[in-house]
């Protein structure tokens, strides 16, 4: 029986030494994107930072775009998580409005971050079979906010998420100016806040 135990010990290590060059690849890669830019993460930029080898980077990811999109999806699963706490939180207020604020928060706090998960060129799919399940859970956060709309439920939610992108867009690149950021966001929400 011991030495049963013993290959399965061997996996589970194996298991989760891997798990853990993954996630530190990709704490690297956010950090270097955060004080660089998404153009100073390279392969090998990301292999002198963390002392592992190219070919365990691309063992791991495949290529620079792997990376960049496992970083985007665990930018999906972040953003999904503020987004269902501030749905939660909200007792007797206006759920649409937390729900603006915490998505706007995220793209104003994580801002490499963001761009990842939106402004590169990545082909990490959406509305499709194959999208990973991080996205949906995010954007089940959006669907959750449009109940009782029949199938109109996921036109809403897009039609809500793109103007939130639009906005954390052209206020991250200075196009809206943040002293009317409020304002902007009481009128979206009356905009989507349906009678029930």
């Known amino acids: 029986m011991a030495s049963t135990l013993t290959p399965n010990r061997i996996a589970e290590r194996k298991l989760r030494d891997k798990q853990a060059r993954r996630a530190q690849i990709i ?19 990301l292999s002198d930072e963390i002392s592992y080898s190219q070919p365990v980077l691309y063992a791991h990811f495949g290529s620079r775009e792997g990376i960049l999109a496992a970083v985007a999806i665990e930018g999906f699963q972040e953003m999904g998580l503020a987004l269902e706490k501030a749905r939660k939180r909200v007792k007797r207020g206006n759920t649409v409005e937390s729900v603006a604020a915490a998505y706007l928060e995220f793209a104003a706090s994580s801002p490499a971050l963001y761009e990842v998960m939106f402004s590169l060129s990545l082909s990490v799919p959406f509305d499709d079979a194959a999208t990973p399940p991080e996205l949906r ?60």
């Open 137 to 196: 859970f995010a954007f089940s956060q959006l669907l959750e906010l449009f109940p009782g709309q029949s199938s109109k439920s996921e036109v809403i939610s897009e039609l809500f998420w793109a103007s939130l992108h639009g906005i954390a867009e052209l206020t991250r690149t200075k196009r809206f100016p943040r002293s009317r950021q409020k304002e902007r966001v009481r009128a979206l929400v009356e905009i989507f806040t349906f009678p029930r």
């Open 27 to 45: 704490s690297a890669a956010r950090r270097i994107a955060e004080l660089e830019g998404w153009s100073n993460v390279t392969v090998r930029r």
